[in-house]
Protein backbone atom coordinates (compact mmCIF):
# COMPACT_ATOMS: atom_id res chain seq x y z
CA UNK A 1 0.00 0.00 0.00
CA UNK A 2 1.58 3.10 -0.99
CA UNK A 3 2.40 5.57 1.75
CA UNK A 4 1.08 9.32 0.19
CA UNK A 5 1.66 11.31 3.24
CA UNK A 6 5.53 10.40 2.35
CA UNK A 7 5.24 11.55 -1.66
CA UNK A 8 4.16 14.44 -0.46
CA UNK A 9 7.34 14.55 1.97
CA UNK A 10 4.68 15.82 4.65
CA UNK A 11 3.63 14.49 8.06
CA UNK A 12 0.05 12.40 8.81
CA UNK A 13 -1.15 15.23 10.81
CA UNK A 14 -0.32 17.86 8.05
CA UNK A 15 -3.47 20.44 8.01
CA UNK A 16 -4.97 20.64 4.49
CA UNK A 17 -2.64 24.29 3.80
CA UNK A 18 0.17 22.45 4.37
CA UNK A 19 -0.99 19.62 2.15
CA UNK A 20 -1.52 22.40 -0.94
CA UNK A 21 1.82 24.18 0.06
CA UNK A 22 3.50 20.70 -0.75
CA UNK A 23 1.76 19.75 -3.99
CA UNK A 24 2.80 23.01 -5.27
CA UNK A 25 6.45 23.06 -4.77
CA UNK A 26 6.82 19.03 -5.81
CA UNK A 27 4.22 19.81 -8.76
CA UNK A 28 6.83 22.51 -10.24
CA UNK A 29 10.05 20.72 -8.95
CA UNK A 30 8.89 17.47 -11.32
CA UNK A 31 6.58 18.82 -14.03
CA UNK A 32 7.29 16.60 -16.75
CA UNK A 33 7.27 19.86 -19.18
CA UNK A 34 10.04 21.23 -17.23
CA UNK A 35 12.66 17.83 -17.48
CA UNK A 36 11.36 17.68 -21.01
CA UNK A 37 9.22 14.48 -20.25
CA UNK A 38 11.55 12.15 -18.60
CA UNK A 39 9.67 9.19 -17.77
CA UNK A 40 10.83 9.15 -14.05
CA UNK A 41 9.17 12.64 -13.78
CA UNK A 42 6.00 11.62 -15.32
CA UNK A 43 5.38 8.88 -13.05
CA UNK A 44 6.72 11.08 -9.77
CA UNK A 45 4.04 14.10 -10.93
CA UNK A 46 1.36 11.23 -11.39
CA UNK A 47 1.64 9.78 -7.95
CA UNK A 48 2.21 13.05 -6.53
CA UNK A 49 -0.99 14.51 -7.93
CA UNK A 50 -2.98 10.88 -6.55
CA UNK A 51 -1.48 11.56 -3.16
CA UNK A 52 -2.77 15.41 -3.79
CA UNK A 53 -6.28 14.32 -4.45
CA UNK A 54 -6.94 11.69 -1.92
CA UNK A 55 -5.74 13.68 1.07
CA UNK A 56 -7.04 16.47 0.79
CA UNK A 57 -10.81 15.39 0.67
CA UNK A 58 -11.09 14.95 4.18
CA UNK A 59 -13.57 11.75 3.75
CA UNK A 60 -10.89 9.46 1.34
CA UNK A 61 -8.38 11.23 3.61
CA UNK A 62 -10.12 9.75 6.57
CA UNK A 63 -10.73 6.40 4.81
CA UNK A 64 -7.27 6.11 3.72
CA UNK A 65 -5.75 6.59 7.37
CA UNK A 66 -7.83 3.95 8.59
CA UNK A 67 -6.93 2.17 6.11
CA UNK A 68 -3.12 2.53 6.15
CA UNK A 69 -3.29 1.94 9.83
CA UNK A 70 -5.34 -1.64 9.12
CA UNK A 71 -2.26 -2.25 6.92
CA UNK A 72 0.58 -0.87 9.29
CA UNK A 73 -0.65 -2.67 11.86
CA UNK A 74 -1.07 -6.24 9.91
CA UNK A 75 2.26 -5.92 8.15
CA UNK A 76 4.85 -8.52 9.64
CA UNK A 77 8.47 -7.67 10.68
CA UNK A 78 9.97 -8.98 7.38
CA UNK A 79 7.47 -7.27 5.02
CA UNK A 80 8.38 -3.63 7.07
CA UNK A 81 11.81 -4.60 6.21
CA UNK A 82 10.68 -4.90 2.66
CA UNK A 83 8.78 -2.15 2.14
CA UNK A 84 11.97 0.50 4.28
CA UNK A 85 14.09 -1.48 1.59
CA UNK A 86 12.06 -0.23 -0.96
CA UNK A 87 11.61 3.05 -0.18
CA UNK A 88 15.27 3.93 0.35
CA UNK A 89 15.94 2.38 -2.39
CA UNK A 90 13.20 4.76 -4.56
CA UNK A 91 14.76 8.22 -2.27
CA UNK A 92 18.34 6.88 -3.58
CA UNK A 93 16.51 6.79 -7.09
CA UNK A 94 15.16 9.74 -6.86
CA UNK A 95 18.62 11.28 -5.99
CA UNK A 96 20.79 10.33 -8.90
CA UNK A 97 18.52 11.89 -10.93
CA UNK A 98 18.67 14.68 -9.35
CA UNK A 99 22.29 14.83 -8.75
CA UNK A 100 22.45 14.01 -12.79
CA UNK A 101 20.59 17.28 -13.49
CA UNK A 102 23.07 19.02 -10.64
CA UNK A 103 26.49 17.77 -12.27
CA UNK A 104 24.99 17.98 -16.23
CA UNK A 105 25.93 21.85 -17.71
CA UNK A 106 22.52 22.05 -20.14
CA UNK A 107 19.70 20.96 -18.00
CA UNK A 108 16.27 21.69 -18.24
CA UNK A 109 16.12 22.93 -14.76
CA UNK A 110 18.62 23.99 -12.28
CA UNK A 111 18.96 22.42 -8.58
CA UNK A 112 18.71 24.95 -5.99
CA UNK A 113 22.82 24.11 -4.83
CA UNK A 114 23.11 25.72 -8.68
CA UNK A 115 20.94 28.51 -7.71
CA UNK A 116 22.85 29.43 -4.72
CA UNK A 117 25.98 29.70 -6.51
CA UNK A 118 26.41 33.41 -7.52
CA UNK A 119 29.89 34.02 -7.69
CA UNK A 120 31.26 32.51 -11.56
CA UNK A 121 34.52 30.66 -11.15
CA UNK A 122 37.16 32.57 -12.98
CA UNK A 123 38.22 29.86 -15.33
CA UNK A 124 38.44 30.15 -19.51
CA UNK A 125 34.72 28.96 -20.58
CA UNK A 126 35.21 25.67 -22.07
CA UNK A 127 31.30 25.66 -24.35
CA UNK A 128 30.29 27.75 -26.49
CA UNK A 129 26.58 29.75 -26.91
CA UNK A 130 25.06 26.25 -28.53
CA UNK A 131 27.14 24.01 -26.17
CA UNK A 132 30.10 23.55 -28.97
CA UNK A 133 33.52 22.99 -27.20
CA UNK A 134 34.98 26.30 -27.94
CA UNK A 135 38.08 26.48 -29.75
CA UNK A 136 41.18 26.70 -27.97
CA UNK A 137 43.11 29.62 -30.09
CA UNK A 138 40.35 31.61 -28.69
CA UNK A 139 40.74 34.35 -25.63
CA UNK A 140 39.32 36.30 -23.02
CA UNK A 141 39.96 40.11 -21.94
CA UNK A 142 37.20 39.51 -19.25
CA UNK A 143 35.35 37.32 -17.11
CA UNK A 144 32.09 38.20 -15.76
CA UNK A 145 32.06 37.75 -11.59
CA UNK A 146 28.33 37.36 -10.31
CA UNK A 147 26.74 35.23 -13.02
CA UNK A 148 26.94 32.12 -11.71
CA UNK A 149 28.68 28.59 -13.16
CA UNK A 150 29.16 29.59 -16.95
CA UNK A 151 26.96 27.77 -19.34
CA UNK A 152 28.30 29.20 -22.66
CA UNK A 153 30.60 32.00 -24.07
CA UNK A 154 31.70 33.84 -27.19
CA UNK A 155 34.59 35.78 -28.12
CA UNK A 156 36.28 37.36 -31.61
CA UNK A 157 39.82 38.00 -30.04
CA UNK A 158 42.30 35.23 -30.57
CA UNK A 159 45.13 34.29 -27.62
CA UNK A 160 48.14 36.57 -27.42
CA UNK A 161 46.36 38.57 -30.09
CA UNK A 162 47.13 42.24 -29.75
CA UNK A 163 46.52 45.32 -31.42
CA UNK A 164 48.66 46.77 -34.17
CA UNK A 165 51.51 49.55 -33.07
CA UNK A 166 51.03 52.64 -35.05
CA UNK A 167 54.08 51.84 -36.98
CA UNK A 168 52.74 48.37 -38.34
CA UNK A 169 49.56 50.40 -39.18
CA UNK A 170 51.79 53.06 -41.36
CA UNK A 171 53.20 49.69 -42.77
CA UNK A 172 49.80 47.86 -43.79
CA UNK A 173 48.59 51.54 -45.14
CA UNK A 174 51.55 52.08 -47.29
CA UNK A 175 51.07 48.35 -48.68
CA UNK A 176 47.62 48.81 -49.49
CA UNK A 177 47.88 51.99 -51.21
CA UNK A 178 51.22 50.69 -53.53
CA UNK A 179 48.81 47.44 -54.27
CA UNK A 180 46.05 49.74 -55.06
CA UNK A 181 48.33 51.90 -57.49
CA UNK A 182 50.07 48.77 -58.75
CA UNK A 183 46.47 47.14 -60.18
CA UNK A 184 45.20 50.84 -61.82
CA UNK A 185 48.77 50.81 -63.44
CA UNK A 186 48.24 47.17 -64.74
CA UNK A 187 44.86 47.91 -65.96
CA UNK A 188 45.81 50.95 -67.68
CA UNK A 189 48.89 49.65 -69.76
CA UNK A 190 46.57 46.77 -70.32
CA UNK A 191 43.53 48.66 -71.61
CA UNK A 192 44.47 52.09 -72.59
CA UNK A 193 41.73 53.65 -71.22
CA UNK A 194 40.66 57.80 -71.83
CA UNK A 195 41.78 60.06 -68.90
CA UNK A 196 38.37 59.65 -67.01
CA UNK A 197 38.50 55.56 -66.97
CA UNK A 198 42.23 55.95 -66.19
CA UNK A 199 41.76 58.07 -62.75
CA UNK A 200 38.26 55.85 -61.96
CA UNK A 201 41.04 52.87 -62.52
CA UNK A 202 43.36 54.43 -60.64
CA UNK A 203 41.05 55.73 -57.76
CA UNK A 204 38.79 52.93 -56.97
CA UNK A 205 40.94 49.93 -56.50
CA UNK A 206 42.99 52.08 -53.82
CA UNK A 207 39.85 53.31 -52.11
CA UNK A 208 38.77 49.74 -51.51
CA UNK A 209 41.74 48.47 -50.52
CA UNK A 210 42.61 51.55 -47.97
CA UNK A 211 39.43 51.18 -47.00
CA UNK A 212 39.96 47.33 -46.04
CA UNK A 213 42.94 48.40 -44.78
CA UNK A 214 41.46 50.91 -42.32
CA UNK A 215 38.89 47.84 -40.98
CA UNK A 216 41.49 45.29 -40.18
CA UNK A 217 44.05 48.02 -38.15
CA UNK A 218 40.96 48.36 -35.75
CA UNK A 219 41.23 46.26 -32.62
CA UNK A 220 37.18 46.01 -31.37
CA UNK A 221 36.91 42.68 -29.84
CA UNK A 222 33.55 40.89 -28.04
CA UNK A 223 33.21 39.00 -25.07
CA UNK A 224 29.85 37.35 -24.23
CA UNK A 225 29.25 34.94 -21.67
CA UNK A 226 25.66 33.46 -20.32
CA UNK A 227 26.03 31.48 -16.98
CA UNK A 228 23.07 30.12 -14.89
CA UNK A 229 22.35 32.77 -12.94
CA UNK A 230 23.27 35.52 -15.25
CA UNK A 231 24.80 37.19 -18.23
CA UNK A 232 27.85 39.87 -19.61
CA UNK A 233 28.59 41.41 -22.32
CA UNK A 234 32.03 42.82 -22.98
CA UNK A 235 33.35 44.99 -25.89
CA UNK A 236 36.73 46.48 -26.11
CA UNK A 237 38.84 48.85 -28.17
CA UNK A 238 42.19 50.06 -29.46
CA UNK A 239 43.59 47.87 -26.43
CA UNK A 240 42.12 44.89 -24.02
CA UNK A 241 41.67 47.44 -20.86
CA UNK A 242 39.50 49.69 -23.02
CA UNK A 243 36.20 48.15 -22.34
CA UNK A 244 33.47 50.34 -24.25
CA UNK A 245 30.90 47.94 -22.96
CA UNK A 246 31.37 46.71 -19.27
CA UNK A 247 27.91 44.92 -18.74
CA UNK A 248 27.28 42.23 -16.06
CA UNK A 249 23.71 41.32 -15.33
CA UNK A 250 22.31 39.21 -12.31
CA UNK A 251 18.99 36.88 -13.01
CA UNK A 252 17.98 38.46 -9.62
CA UNK A 253 17.67 41.64 -11.14
CA UNK A 254 15.41 40.95 -13.74
CA UNK A 255 11.78 40.63 -13.16
CA UNK A 256 10.51 40.63 -16.36
CA UNK A 257 11.74 39.85 -20.41
CA UNK A 258 9.82 41.33 -23.56
CA UNK A 259 10.98 41.48 -27.32
CA UNK A 260 10.03 42.33 -30.43
CA UNK A 261 10.21 41.03 -33.73
CA UNK A 262 9.23 43.12 -36.94
CA UNK A 263 9.61 41.94 -40.70
CA UNK A 264 10.90 44.60 -43.22
CA UNK A 265 8.85 43.88 -46.76
CA UNK A 266 9.73 45.93 -49.88
CA UNK A 267 6.35 45.20 -52.55
CA UNK A 268 5.65 41.99 -50.60
CA UNK A 269 9.45 40.85 -50.76
CA UNK A 270 11.60 39.81 -47.27
CA UNK A 271 14.15 42.49 -46.50
CA UNK A 272 14.88 41.35 -42.92
CA UNK A 273 13.94 41.56 -39.55
CA UNK A 274 14.13 44.63 -36.83
CA UNK A 275 14.52 43.07 -33.30
CA UNK A 276 14.06 44.77 -30.09
CA UNK A 277 15.34 43.23 -26.44
CA UNK A 278 14.51 44.69 -22.94
CA UNK A 279 14.93 42.87 -19.63
CA UNK A 280 13.51 44.86 -16.63
CA UNK A 281 13.35 44.79 -13.37
CA UNK A 282 9.71 45.75 -12.65
CA UNK A 283 9.67 46.56 -8.92
CA UNK A 284 12.13 49.42 -9.36
CA UNK A 285 11.18 50.06 -12.78
CA UNK A 286 15.27 50.05 -14.27
CA UNK A 287 16.08 48.68 -17.59
CA UNK A 288 19.06 45.87 -16.82
CA UNK A 289 20.17 45.41 -20.37
CA UNK A 290 18.43 45.87 -24.27
CA UNK A 291 19.48 45.02 -27.47
CA UNK A 292 18.22 45.76 -30.67
CA UNK A 293 19.50 44.97 -34.09
CA UNK A 294 18.72 43.22 -37.35
CA UNK A 295 18.94 39.25 -38.75
CA UNK A 296 17.90 37.90 -41.67
CA UNK A 297 15.35 35.28 -40.67
CA UNK A 298 16.14 32.76 -44.22
CA UNK A 299 19.70 32.14 -42.88
CA UNK A 300 20.76 29.44 -40.72
CA UNK A 301 20.15 30.47 -36.70
CA UNK A 302 23.76 30.11 -36.14
CA UNK A 303 24.76 32.34 -39.33
CA UNK A 304 22.60 34.68 -37.90
CA UNK A 305 24.29 37.99 -35.78
CA UNK A 306 25.97 37.35 -32.57
CA UNK A 307 23.66 39.66 -31.29
CA UNK A 308 20.37 38.06 -31.41
CA UNK A 309 21.27 34.61 -30.98
CA UNK A 310 22.76 35.68 -27.36
CA UNK A 311 19.65 37.48 -26.64
CA UNK A 312 17.93 34.36 -27.53
CA UNK A 313 19.81 32.47 -25.47
CA UNK A 314 19.67 34.22 -22.57
CA UNK A 315 15.79 34.40 -22.24
CA UNK A 316 16.13 30.73 -22.77
CA UNK A 317 18.50 30.65 -19.43
CA UNK A 318 16.33 33.37 -17.57
CA UNK A 319 13.24 31.72 -18.75
CA UNK A 320 14.71 28.10 -16.87
CA UNK A 321 15.45 30.42 -13.85
CA UNK A 322 12.08 31.21 -14.03
CA UNK A 323 10.78 28.03 -13.91
CA UNK A 324 13.16 27.33 -11.24
CA UNK A 325 12.02 29.73 -8.99
CA UNK A 326 7.93 29.45 -9.74
CA UNK A 327 7.49 27.21 -6.10
CA UNK A 328 8.82 30.70 -4.68
CA UNK A 329 6.38 32.77 -6.14
CA UNK A 330 3.62 30.41 -5.94
CA UNK A 331 4.18 29.95 -2.24
CA UNK A 332 4.29 33.66 -1.70
CA UNK A 333 1.76 35.21 -4.03
CA UNK A 334 -0.08 31.82 -4.96
CA UNK A 335 0.53 32.25 -8.66
CA UNK A 336 3.11 33.81 -11.43
CA UNK A 337 2.47 37.83 -12.52
CA UNK A 338 2.65 37.99 -16.32
CA UNK A 339 2.43 41.53 -17.55
CA UNK A 340 2.48 43.81 -20.61
CA UNK A 341 5.04 46.11 -21.90
CA UNK A 342 4.61 49.55 -23.83
CA UNK A 343 7.46 50.37 -25.62
CA UNK A 344 6.75 53.96 -26.35
CA UNK A 345 5.90 55.34 -22.99
CA UNK A 346 7.93 52.31 -21.30
CA UNK A 347 5.61 50.87 -19.10
CA UNK A 348 4.43 47.96 -17.58
CA UNK A 349 1.01 46.75 -16.87
CA UNK A 350 -0.08 43.28 -14.73
CA UNK A 351 -2.15 41.18 -17.37
CA UNK A 352 -2.62 37.24 -15.98
CA UNK A 353 -2.04 35.70 -12.61
CA UNK A 354 -1.78 32.26 -13.39
CA UNK A 355 -1.80 29.49 -10.41
CA UNK A 356 -2.17 25.94 -9.97
CA UNK A 357 -6.30 25.25 -11.07
CA UNK A 358 -7.11 28.57 -12.46
CA UNK A 359 -6.32 32.36 -14.16
CA UNK A 360 -6.79 35.21 -14.28
CA UNK A 361 -7.12 38.51 -16.49
CA UNK A 362 -6.80 42.08 -15.22
CA UNK A 363 -8.55 44.05 -17.34
CA UNK A 364 -8.69 48.06 -17.11
CA UNK A 365 -9.29 49.36 -13.57
CA UNK A 366 -7.58 46.55 -11.89
CA UNK A 367 -10.88 44.02 -12.46
CA UNK A 368 -10.16 40.81 -12.80
CA UNK A 369 -11.69 38.05 -13.73
CA UNK A 370 -11.07 34.23 -12.62
CA UNK A 371 -11.50 30.54 -14.67
CA UNK A 372 -11.37 27.67 -13.07
CA UNK A 373 -10.02 24.64 -14.94
CA UNK A 374 -12.23 22.27 -14.28
CA UNK A 375 -14.90 24.93 -15.51
CA UNK A 376 -13.32 25.39 -18.90
CA UNK A 377 -15.23 23.28 -21.13
CA UNK A 378 -13.25 25.14 -24.63
CA UNK A 379 -11.06 28.09 -25.52
CA UNK A 380 -11.75 30.15 -28.71
CA UNK A 381 -8.94 32.07 -30.18
CA UNK A 382 -8.71 35.02 -32.58
CA UNK A 383 -5.54 36.93 -33.60
CA UNK A 384 -3.54 37.53 -30.81
CA UNK A 385 -6.72 36.99 -27.81
CA UNK A 386 -8.24 34.57 -26.66
CA UNK A 387 -11.44 33.72 -24.77
CA UNK A 388 -11.92 30.62 -22.52
CA UNK A 389 -15.84 29.29 -22.58
Not at 249 to 272: A, P
Not at 307 to 319: A, D, S
Not at 356 to 372: C, D, S
Request: proline content about 3%; hydrophobic content about 35%; glycine content about 4%.
Amino acid sequence: MKNYYEILEIDYRASDLEIKKAYRRLAVKYHPDKNFGDDFFTKKIIEIKEAYDLLIDPITRNSYDDDLLIFLNKQSKEEKEKQENKRQYERRTQKEYEERFFYEPFKPFYSFRDRELQETPQIKPIFDLWGNKLDEYLDFFKLPKRIGKMVGAYSDLAVGEEPLTITKKAVRFFKGLLVGLLIGAIIYFIGRPNEVWTIIWFTVPTAIILWFMVAINKFDRTNLFIGINGFAEYQCKENRSNLTIDKEVNFNEITDVYFLHVERKLNFSYQGTDFFYIFLNNENGKVAYNKEGTFDKRNEIQEQPIEINFCRKVEQYWTIYLLDKMEIGLEKNGYILFSLYNNDSNKITPFIKLAIGHITFIKENNQEFTYRFNEIKRVYSKGNQCCPK
